[in-house]
């Protein structure tokens, strides 16, 4: 079965550091773009960073560029999300999700989630 | 940046009924445009890439429509698994991607 399964969350303090993993099982890793997005507890989805599939190209929202990087190890099949300076504005569910070449495309698989919880 | 409007924000339908959610773009996405269920708990599913190509596996009484700046996902007779989020997203002028605020599809 094709699946993204994501592990790394947890609660840490404001300004503290975490990362987050998402490994792919049953496709290609490499043929593909990989994206993270978030929800925030009661809140809508929202878009944090992209990158391509050698992990040349990266792309952030604007309020995590410098504090959030994206990057992939395809000999691993995994995708990270390294977070620094963290702010109670960053709790939420953090998803990672397929994405076709070139980012030109509907995210087709979604792992199930991990919760990060920004909190003194 | 787009943004994507969905309205309602919740919709109240019983089981058989025909469900029309609807999503706005703040400019021209031509039809790059998706729409995906979330359960309780859940991740994402995707449901309609395109505007209006049903994913893989996703049954036949989920359609969309639209193109440009006005979207529609219609579900033609409600079954009780139906009853979820839907959020539609756009992936025409990214980054970023943004997705709609959401609508809650309840009993």
């Known amino acids: 079965e094709v699946q993204l399964v994501e592990s790394g969350g947890g609660l840490v303090q404001p300004g503290g550091s975490l990362r987050l993993s998402c490994v792919a099982s049953?496709?290609?890793?490499?043929?593909?773009?990989m994206t993270w997005v978030r929800q925030a507890p009661g809140k809508g989805l929202e878009w944090v960073a992209t990158?391509?599939?050698?992990?040349?190209?990266?792309f952030y929202l604007d309020s995590v560029k410098g504090p959030f990087t994206i990057s992939r190890d395809n000999a691993k099949n995994s995708l990270y999300l390294q977070m620094h300076s963290l702010r109670a504005e960053d709790t939420a569910v953090y998803y990672c999700?397929?994405?076709?070449?070139?980012?030109?495309?509907?995210?087709?698989?979604w792992g199930q989630g991990t919760m990060v919880t920004v909190s003194s | 940046e787009i943004v994507m409007t969905q309205s309602p924000a919740t919709l109240s339908v019983s089981p058989g009924e025909r469900a029309t959610l609807s999503c706005r773009a703040s400019q021209s996405i031509g039809t790059n445009l998706a729409w995906y269920q979330q359960k309780p708990g859940r991740a994402p599913r995707l449901l309609i890439y395109?505007?209006?190509t049903r994913a893989t596996g996703v049954p036949v009484r989920f359609s969309g429509s639209g193109s440009g700046t006005e979207f529609t996902l219609t579900i033609s007779s409600l079954q009780s698994e139906d009853f979820a989020v839907y959020s539609c997203q756009q992936y025409n002028n990214w980054p970023p991607y943004t997705f709609g605020q959401g609508t809650k599809l309840a009993i």
């Open positions: 049953e496709f290609t890793f490499s043929d593909y773009w």
């Open positions: 999700a397929r994405t076709p070449r070139y980012g030109v495309g509907a995210f087709d698989i």
């Open positions: 395109g505007a209006s």
């Open positions: 990158l391509n599939q050698d992990g040349s190209g990266t």
